[in-house]
């Protein structure tokens, strides 16, 4: 994880990346040893769980995707193990929704403040229905994006679940 950018550099970024960080602190989120998450700055965007699990030097299970949704004209957010494809059909049924299907860039834009590729599990202007993936347990810790496709913050599976009011789910 050397190469990483400092706290100060980071805040500096961008405006999402602020907002997140704020939303951790807000939350008082912790990463896998029980410091405080502090939003980072990698080297270069990561756009892919592969790419993102290469630059941290991680299993590619333990980076949490953050999809967006359309379920049925709702934003719905799934936080899935890089690992894993989400299943939408079984997904659709457990919801009771008629269509699910990934969002447009403008709707994520829409919903969450943020672009694919580093869309983050909070600092959304209203929350989002959120599941988490059960996968993601399994890892002591975990990598999520930080509002931007660049930036990303350690935590936990109980944190994630803690700070989304997440339902755990198994998606794939």
């Keep these: 994880m050397s190469g990483m950018q400092s706290q100060s550099d980071v805040q500096a970024v961008h405006p999402n990346v602020q907002s997140v960080q704020r939303a951790l602190d807000d939350a008082g989120a912790r990463d896998g040893s029980g410091a405080a998450s502090q939003v980072r700055l990698l080297p270069a965007a990561v756009h892919t769980a592969a790419a993102a699990a290469e630059a941290l030097g991680v299993e590619v299970g333990a980076i949490a995707n953050s999809l967006i949704f359309d379920a049925d ?3 719905l957010l799934v936080l899935t193990s890089g690992a894993h494809r989400v299943d939408t059909a079984r997904l659709a049924a457990s919801l009771g929704v008629t269509r699910l299907r990934r969002a447009t860039p403008e709707f994520v834009k829409r919903h969450t403040g943020q672009v ?11 929350p989002l229905r959120t599941l988490v993936d059960t996968a993601l347990a399994a ?3 975990l990598w999520a994006a930080g509002g931007v496709p660049q930036a990303v913050f350690p935590t936990t599976y109980a944190e994630l679940l803690r700070i989304t009011s997440g339902t755990p789910a198994e998606v794939a």
């Design 73 to 75: 004209d709702a934003p």
């Design 116 to 126: 694919i590729g580093g869309v983050a599990p909070v600092g959304h202007p209203e």
């Design 139 to 141: 890892y002591d810790e």
